[in-house]
Structures are given as C-alpha cells and as structure tokens.
C-alpha cells in the first residue's frame, strides 16, 4: 500500500534481528506519536511505494537454519545475526545440537581445507576466551553459544565445560 510516513535506520556490520526489531518498533513508536494525528486529520498525502524495492521475506524454515561451514566467515556471520529472534543458527558438536547466538568475524580470508573444524579452543591472545572455527572461507569465532538442553552460555562456559577439542569438527554427522 501507499506510504504514510517514512523513517529511517542506518544499519551496521554488527547489529542482529532482535536488536532491529527494537529500533524498528522504537520507530515505528515514534511514527505513529508523530504521524498519526495528521493522518485522521487529512493531512498526509500517501505516496505509491516503489515497487523496485518491495521484497517479500520467505518463511524461514529451521532446516535453513542449519550452519554450512563450507560457506564464508561473513555469510555464517550474517546467517547467526539474521537468526537472532529464531529459529536460531546451530551446528553439531560432539553429535549433540548447538545453537550459536553471537559471533564475530576472525578472519575473512583463506581458504580452509576442513569448514567446521576447530582451529583454537581455550584462554587465547589478551587472556580471552576464543573457539575459533574453520569456515570455507576465513574462520569465525563463536562468543555466545547454546548447548542442547542447557541455558545460553558464555564461550569460556562452553568451553570449560564442554571441552571441544581444536581439530575436532562441528557440524560433522
């Protein structure tokens, strides 16, 4: 339909689906404080949308929510960001299911011979705890995960309780 009221967000690298969908509703808030009123007054003109930028979201289905690790560090990245309300991106580790909440981009280069493997696990450069995993392109490390059955958790919890081995390898059935 025609568009009522237009407002804008910048977006960054970083920012995931949840996060979004706050300032979304922020605005959305601030739309209708402000628009509201002219419109049930006839003071808005509605203007026909551009058709070139409609697009329409699939439904998300949980099998796509499955991690490939054979895809690129920044397309894993941008997979666990835009999954952040559900269903959720997860991977296996040790046959059990893992959902992967946050992470951040290690490397963007270099090819790896084994997507999904565990290139460090443990206390790493600077005294943080780093779970650093191949990806077919670049590496990506995972900071906030979920382990089958248990609370979201802490990289340095997983890994001082679950103990994932570097060379091991996640997604791996």
């Given at each position: 339909g025609p568009l009522l009221g237009v407002r804008r967000l910048k977006l960054d690298d970083e920012?995931?689906?949840?996060?979004?969908?706050?300032?979304l509703k922020d605005l959305g808030a601030d739309l209708l404080a402000n628009d509201y009123v002219d419109y049930l007054c006839g003071n808005l003109i509605p203007v026909p949308q551009n058709e070139e930028f409609v697009t329409i979201a699939p439904k998300i289905d949980?099998?796509?929510?499955?991690?490939?690790?054979?895809?690129?560090?920044r397309e894993i990245h941008n997979r666990v960001r835009g999954l952040a309300m559900g269903p959720f991106a997860f991977t296996t580790s040790n046959g059990q299911q893992l959902k992967l909440h946050k992470t951040v981009i290690a490397s963007e280069t270099g090819s790896n011979p084994q997507p999904g493997k565990i290139l460090f696990s443990g206390l790493g450069e600077g005294n943080v705890w780093t779970l650093e995993v191949a990806c077919g392109e670049g590496s990506l490390r995972l900071l906030e995960v979920q382990p089958e059955s248990r609370a979201r958790m802490a990289i340095?919890?997983?890994?001082t309780g679950y103990s994932p081995s570097m060379g091991s390898v996640m997604g791996a059935t």
């Open positions: 920012i995931n689906a949840l996060q979004l969908h706050d300032a949980k099998a796509e929510a499955r991690i490939d690790w054979s895809k690129s560090a340095k919890d997983f890994i």
